[in-house]
């Protein structure tokens, strides 16, 4: 149901918060894993880059957002 006309801007940046938690973690996880020496390096690296990629990507998304 549609309360008023910006329900659909406040669904997409719970949405894009939910996502730059979830890189957080991401990238968390992978660094976690680079201090503890794990068997499985590229994996690491792998979470590590990835993570950072996405909550670069998701703060301009929030940004350009929040400016308009």
């Known amino acids: 149901m549609r309360l008023y006309k910006g329900d659909e ?7 894009l918060v ?8 991401l990238c968390f996880y992978g660094v976690r894993g680079l201090f503890v020496n794990e ?4 994996a690491s690296y792998l979470f590590a880059i990835g993570g ?3 909550i670069i990507a998701l703060i301009l998304k929030l ?3 929040d400016a308009t």
Not at 9 to 15: A, G, L
Not at 18 to 25: C, P, Y
Not at 39 to 42: D, E, R
Request: net charge positive; aromatic share 4%.
């Open 52 to 54: 950072l990629i996405g």
């Open 63 to 65: 940004k350009r957002k």
């Open 39 to 42: 068997p499985i390096l590229f």
């Open 18 to 25: 939910i996502g730059l938690i979830g890189h957080i973690i």
């Open 9 to 15: 801007n406040i669904n997409k940046n719970i949405r």
